[in-house]
T-cell receptor, first 111, second 116 residues
């Protein structure tokens, strides 16, 4: 069965500190992985996807198939990064858009 | 607003009742997804429609049903409501070309259902 696990419910860091939000998945095929973010009083929105290999708002994430992980990292956290972050998995580009989400991690960046 | 719109935003009802949640996708998006978010279960995929037809089904109860109309709006019907159905119900839409999807979903603000 496909599953996404985000082990931390809450991650609290100080401004300027590095941040890593963990995501592990279980899927026997070749998944597509995504990070979605929900800022306070805003809609859930796509932050980045592994296939794009891009950095968005200073965040990066690398798909590690050996460890079945897709951790989200940022070297220097900013207060505006405070939000709810969800890791999500899709069975693949040709398999439809259904996403399986993790439970989410709340990131709190303190001044 | 050309984004995903959901109505109503809040709904309070009693056990045993039936409610209908409505969703209008982004202009041009043919796919609509319904998700349920509860405190203990997180975001759970319920069902997906593509251009009026059911595409994928998740953990949707038999008491729940959905449909997508010719104008592409969708409705999620919840019947014989139980206390445990209290949750935030999200609708999302996406651009898809046939079976291909980018995986980017555009979410609505959600409909908060409280069953008393």
């Amino acid at each position: 069965a496909q599953r996404v696990t985000q082990p931390e419910k809450l991650l609290s860091v100080f401004k300027g500190a590095p941040v890593e939000l963990k995501c592990n998945y279980s899927y026997s095929g070749s998944p597509e992985l995504f990070w979605y973010v929900q800022y306070s009083r805003q809609r859930l929105q796509l932050l980045l996807r592994h296939i794009s290999r891009e950095s968005i708002k200073g965040f990066t994430a690398d798909l590690n198939k050996g460890e079945t992980s897709f951790h989200l990292k940022k070297p220097f956290a900013q207060e505006e990064d405070s939000a709810m972050y969800y890791c999500a998995l899709s069975r693949g580009y040709n398999q439809g858009g259904k996403l399986i989400f993790g439970q989410g991690t709340e990131l709190s960046v303190k001044p | 607003d050309s984004g995903v719109t959901q109505t109503p935003k809040h709904l309070i009802t009693a056990t045993g009742q039936r409610v209908t949640l409505r969703c209008s996708p982004r202009s041009g998006d043919l796919s609509v997804y319904w998700y349920q978010q509860s405190l203990d279960q997180g975001l759970q995929f319920l069902i997906q429609y593509y251009n009026g037809e059911e595409r994928a089904k998740g953990n949707i109860l038999e008491r729940f049903s959905a449909q997508q109309f010719p104008d592409l709006h969708s409705e999620l019907n919840l019947s014989s409501l139980e206390l445990g159905d209290s949750a935030l119900y999200f609708c999302a839409s996406s651009v898809e070309l046939g079976s291909r999807s980018t995986g980017e979903l555009f979410f609505g603000e959600g409909s908060r259902l409280t069953v008393l």
